[in-house]
């Protein structure tokens, strides 16, 4: 049995909030579970102590058993020092700018590149 440390929905319409749950990888996500790890409520500042709320050594137990966090939840544990940080994904190609925007960019990096050359050369001239 594959089992995945996640979040569990709950809150109403537009105010989340998730219960931190060890579950087998093919129950319900709101369905059932083993065992409940913690809370995260996203709607609280980032700051705030009841963001998230983790029994430490639970998370640790099931991780040593090889349960698997979601990415969002590796990304938090990792803030806690609970597991290792997961590795950033690269940019999709198809968000990448396109032919023409490319080309714009280039020209302004280009102009400012010439700007500054102009204001240095000034700079030594009137030194002089």
Known sequence: MAVKIRLSRGGSKKRPFYRIVAADQRAPRDGRYLEKLGTYNPMLPQDHAERLVVDAEKVKS??????????????????LGLCA??????????????????ER????????A?????AKSEAEASAE
């Open 114 to 118: 010439a700007a500054a050359e102009a």
């Open 85 to 102: 940080k997961p590795a950033l994904k690269n940019q999709p190609v198809k968000s990448a700018p396109k032919a023409k925007a490319q």
């Open 62 to 79: 099931w991780i040593s058993k090889g349960a698997q966090p979601t990415e969002r939840l590796a990304k938090l544990f990792s803030n």
């Open 105 to 112: 960019l280039k020209e302004k990096a280009e102009k400012a």
